[in-house]
Nanobody, 116 residues
Framework: QVQLVESGGGLVQAGGSLRLSCAASGSIFNVNTMGWYRQAPGKQRELVATFTRGGNTYYAESVKGRFTISRDNAKNTVYLQMNSLKSEDTAVYYC??????????WGQGTQVTVSS
């Protein structure tokens, strides 16, 4: 099992920045990829940014150039730096980890609210 704990959400004005953190614990050796998803009210959960199995990064078109995913392997932590935030970025952000057998692990979610 892998446990994921997110932090860093909050309320910010449009144009502002936030950094989300996701600390992983448990069977870390089993984790293949980690990334961030979000779910806005009334919408489906969508992929925001992720590390691929080859170690590259992938971003949703809507956040390219504004969000950056990074990681600190020594701390088993993944970050999402979010700049130039827009009202449409308002959502609950979830950290995700995928295991070697494609099992999925999710954090509890952290609310990001961008006021216009």
């Amino acid at each position: 099992q892998v446990q994921l704990v997110e932090s860093g959400g909050g309320l910010v004005q449009a144009g502002g920045s936030l950094r989300l953190s996701c600390a992983a614990s448990g069977s870390i050796f089993n984790v293949n990829t980690m990334g961030w998803y979000r779910q806005a009210p009334g919408k489906q959960r969508e992929l925001v940014a992720t590390f691929t199995r080859g170690g590259n990064t992938y971003y949703a078109e809507s956040v390219k150039g504004r969000f950056t995913i990074s990681r600190d392997n020594a701390k088993n932590t993944v970050y999402l730096q979010m700049n130039s935030l827009k009202s449409e970025d308002t959502a609950v952000y979830y950290c995700n980890a995928a295991g070697r057998l494609l099992e999925q692990y999710w954090g509890q979610g952290t609310q990001v609210t961008v006021s216009s």
